[in-house]
């Protein structure tokens, strides 16, 4: 347990700042399964719309720094790489 008044305060700003990072990190785990499962159903239109969602949920996070920057631009990239094949046929 924390002794000065100093820690006191350290320690409700860590569950604040934790309490807000979850709530953040959901909405990026939430995002990039509606994503995933827009790309899983083939239409391009709907994947575009659910990984444009997806990015800006994750830029988001990482300006916040709930998320690394080059997490989010990890994730970003996978899931862009996912729905190349999707894109790729309608562009050919």
């Known amino acids: 347990m924390a002794n000065t008044k100093s820690a006191l305060k350290r ?3 860590t569950k604040t700042r934790t309490a807000r990072n979850r709530v953040i990190k ?5 995002a990039r399964k509606g994503a995933l499962a827009a790309i899983e159903t083939g239409d391009l239109a709907k994947a575009q719309e659910a990984y444009n969602r997806f990015a800006s949920v994750a830029d988001k ?3 916040r720094g709930a998320l690394h920057k080059r997490t989010a631009d ?3 990239g996978r899931m862009a790489a996912k729905l190349k094949p999707i894109a790729a046929p309608a562009s050919a």
């Open 61 to 63: 996070a990482a300006k």
């Open 26 to 30: 959901s909405r990026v785990k939430s």
């Open 74 to 76: 990890r994730l970003k």
């Open 11 to 13: 320690v409700r700003q």
